[in-house]
């Protein structure tokens, strides 16, 4: 599992507790790897869109520009599965190793 892939389960599960917009998701994903880049990060997000993962739509307006809000669909809901489950052999085969 890739940090691609890590990512993006965090960012699945992110948007399964509520839908969110890129600017309080990127928040989220620096402070777990502060080494990230956004331009990485918002592409991701646009992957999962593409992938019918997630949809995109937009706010309510604020003081500034319309924020673009997340949700997960039901694939983003069976790929999270997936991907927590790729996550788990991972950690385990790594513990069964001695790496923790």
């Not at 992957?47 to 673009?68: F, H, I, M, V, W």
């Amino acid at each position: 599992m890739l940090k691609k892939d890590l990512i993006e389960l965090c960012l699945l599960q992110l948007l399964k507790a509520e839908d969110q917009y890129g600017y309080v998701i990127l928040s989220q994903i620096h402070r777990s790897f502060p080494g990230t880049q956004e331009s990485a990060v918002y592409a991701l997000l646009r992957g999962l869109c593409k992938a019918g993962c997630t949809e995109q739509y937009e706010g309510r307006n604020s003081d500034g520009p319309t924020r673009k809000y997340y949700r997960i669909t039901v694939a983003g809901r069976e790929r999270h599965g997936q991907l927590l489950e790729e996550w788990r052999c991972l950690r385990d085969g790594l513990t069964a190793l001695g790496i923790e």
